[in-house]
């Protein structure tokens, strides 16, 4: 049995002893906090325990009363953060922004932001502030198209005053006036759901 111990990039520290298949762990190894991959870690710590101690000199020379050295401690692994896909943390929170944006759960946001070094306070914090931001742009979102929609639905009310002032009623002209004002009620419902209902709007805020 090979033990190992691992310190993933969120801060928790986890350790198992597993049996070695062909040199490596034989399974997949994943953090039990934010869920990061530790499977490569593994394998390079259970093939450094592995590797063939140096053999002892088998000279005639001995010389009694003096302890052998001891053996040189390893080095210790070092990971590139770039090969388990980490970021730097401006660029971390740019991509939990936009995950945001896009209607991302939270959770999933939030363990990704730990994933790449965040405490689970500050990305707690960081994930609510930007959550709160996206509920404001859609409500935003959703006044701009009632105001939009009232508009619209005012054209073919304004059209038939028109052409009864005038005592005419071009039918096609009127059919399109008549389109632009259902154009415009459905811009008022989109507008009114988005305004009273923020979180069931999916997607990027900046299409709505």
Known sequence: MVAVKIECGCGQHYAFDVEPVNGQAGF????????ADGTTIANAIIARNLAPAPAAATGSLRISGVAAPAPATPPPIMVDPKALGLVDRA???????AKISWGDAQEDVIKFLMLNGFTVPEAT??????????LATVRSNGISKMLQGGGLMLVPVITFIIFTHFGVM?????GIA?????????????????LLAPKMETGDVADN
Do not use: H
């Not at 997949?28 to 869920?35: E, F, H, I, K, R």
């Not at 660029?91 to 922004?97: H, I, V, Y």
């Not at 008549?178 to 988005?194: I, R, S, Y």
């Open 28 to 35: 997949p190894v994943a953090c039990p906090t934010c869920g």
């Open 91 to 97: 660029t971390a929170e740019n991509e939990a922004r």
């Open 125 to 134: 914090d960081f994930v609510q502030s930007l959550y709160q931001e996206r």
């Open 170 to 174: 071009p039918i096609k002209l009127m």
């Open 178 to 194: 008549m389109a632009v004002g259902l154009f415009g009620a459905w811009l008022v419902l989109k507008g009114l759901v988005l």
